[in-house]
C-alpha cells in the first residue's frame, strides 16, 4: 500500500468511527473564556484549575524575564541554556516537594518519555496503570523493557504481576489523578507495596499538582508518600507550560547524563522560569483559589442531582459524564456549544471504546451562575 492510500485509509476508518480530530483557533483562551470570530463560550474544557493563566503577576514576571533575557534559551541546558532563573526554579520545586532535587523540562510528555528511556534495561519491567497517560504507556512500550499493564487503580492486580519473576528492576507507573476519570491513584497502598517489592515508584501528579494537599503539594503529599520519581506539570495548576522530574541527586546527575530529552532540547527559556517561579508562589500562596474551586466541584454535583444526573465518583477538578456512543458524544457537545459552554468530546482511542464522554473541567474562575447555565445546558442537551 502506498503512502497515499495508507494515510487515506487511516483517515477514512477515523472519520467512518467517529473519532476524527480536529482544531479550532481560538483567541484569548483562559479559565472561564473562549473567543473565534465574535463568538464566545464558557469554557469548561480547559485544565486551568486555579485561573493563573491570566494572572496579572505572572504575566508581569514573564515580561520582565523576557525584556531582561531574552525570549529563548539560545541552546540545551547543557550548553549555554542553564540561566540561574532555571536553577532557581529548579531549587524551590525540590524544597517545596521535599526531593534533593528538580529537573526541568519542556513538557510533561517529554518528562515521562526522558525518564522511562534512560533509566529502563532490556532485562528491566515497567508494571503499568491501564488507564496511565498516553506519554507514560508509549514511553514503557518503546524502551527495552518489558511493560507489563494492572488493572486500574487495582492493588491486587499490581500484587499478582509483581509476582512473576523479572531478572532486571521493577518500575510501578501511575498518575495522581487521572486526566480523563478524574480519579485518584490508591498511592499509600501502591506505594507500600512498591517497597515492600524493592521496586521503584513513578507518579505523573499533572493534575494533582496545585490542587490537592497542603499548600497544593499535589497527591502524593496528601497521601503521605514520596515516590523515588514525581512528575510535576505546569500547564494545568500553574496556568502554564512545561514539567519537572523530583528525585535524588544520584537520579538526576543520571538524568543528565543519559536523559536525551533534556541534553538535546533547546532549554526552557529563562523568562517562562521567571514566570513559573511566580506561579509557583501564587499556588503556595493559593488555599483561597483552592477552597474556590472544590467549592465550585461540589456544587456543580448538586446540580447534577437536582437535574437528575448521577454525578461523577471524582472529586477533582475532572468531571467526565460518560455517554459511550461517539456520535452522540459530539452531537451532546455540539449542542453545548450551541448554547455557549464549550466542552470536550473525548473518544477512543483516548479513552477505551464504548466510554465516549463529555470531559467536564472545573476552574476557581468560574461562578455559580457558570456552572449553573451548563448544567441547565446539559439537561436540555440530553433531553
Known amino acids: ?36 470570530a465574535g463568538q464566545r463560550w464558557l469554557n469548561f474544557a480547559g485544565n486551568d484549575y486555579l485561573g493563573l493563566s491570566h494572572h496579572p503577576a505572572v504575566i508581569s514576571a514573564w515580561q520582565q524575564g523576557a525584556a531582561a533575557h531574552g525570549v529563548g534559551s539560545t541552546a540545551s541546558s547543557h550548553v549555554t541554556g542553564f540561566n540561574p532563573a532555571q536553577a532557581a526554579l529548579e531549587h524551590a520545586l525540590a524544597d517545596w516537594l521535599g526531593y534533593p532535587r528538580a529537573l526541568l523540562f519542556l513538557s510533561g510528555f517529554a518528562a515521562n518519555q526522558a525518564v522511562i528511556t534512560a533509566l529502563m534495561g532490556k532485562d528491566d519491567r515497567v ?6 497517560h498516553a506519554s507514560l504507556l508509549e514511553a514503557s512500550a518503546l524502551c527495552p523493557a518489558q511493560l507489563r499493564r494492572f488493572s486500574h487503580n487495582s492493588v491486587a ?49 499533572a493534575h494533582g499538582i496545585g490542587v490537592l494537599g497542603e499548600g497544593g503539594r499535589g497527591s502524593c503529599w496528601q497521601q503521605g508518600v514520596r515516590p523515588e520519581l514525581l512528575i510535576v506539570t505546569f500547564g494545568k495548576a500553574f496556568g502554564l507550560s512545561g514539567a519537572a522530574i523530583l528525585c535524588s541527586d544520584a537520579v538526576a546527575d543520571y538524568l ?7 541534553i538535546y532540547s533547546t532549554a526552557m527559556p529563562p523568562a517562562q522560569a521567571l514566570a513559573l517561579h511566580r506561579a509557583l508562589q501564587c499556588v503556595q500562596q493559593g488555599d483561597a483559589l483552592r477552597a474556590q474551586l472544590h467549592s465550585n466541584i461540589a456544587f456543580f454535583q ?23 456512543d461517539n456520535a452522540r458524544t459530539l452531537a451532546l457537545a455540539a449542542r453545548l456549544r450551541d448554547r455557549g459552554y464549550w466542552v470536550g468530546a473525548i473518544r477512543p482511542p483516548t479513552v477505551p471504546p464504548g466510554t465516549a464522554r463529555l470531559r467536564i473541567t472545573l476552574s476557581a474562575a468560574h461562578t455559580q451562575a457558570d456552572i449553573r447555565g451548563l448544567v441547565e445546558a446539559l439537561s436540555d442537551a440530553g433531553e
Open 157 to 205: 492486580s499490581l500484587a499478582q504481576r509483581l509476582q512473576s519473576p523479572v531478572s532486571g528492576e521493577t518500575l510501578i507507573v501511575t498518575e495522581g489523578v487521572f486526566s480523563m476519570d478524574g480519579d485518584s491513584a490508591p498511592l499509600a497502598d501502591l506505594h507500600a507495596l512498591s517497597q515492600q517489592a524493592g521496586s521503584w515508584l513513578l507518579v505523573d501528579d
Open 127 to 132: 508494571l503499568a496503570d491501564k488507564l496511565a
Open 302 to 324: 448538586q446540580q447534577l442531582r437536582q437535574h437528575g444526573w448521577t454525578p461523577p465518583v471524582s472529586t477533582t477538578p475532572i468531571q467526565p459524564i460518560i455517554v459511550g
Open 1 to 36: 500500500m502506498s503512502w497515499s492510500a495508507r494515510i487515506e485509509s487511516a483517515l477514512a476508518a477515523r472519520h467512518a468511527a467517529g473519532a476524527f480530530r480536529s482544531r479550532q483557533a481560538l483567541s484569548r483562551p483562559d479559565a472561564r473564556w473562549l473567543e473565534s
Open 256 to 262: 543528565l547524563q543519559f536523559a536525551r530529552h533534556l
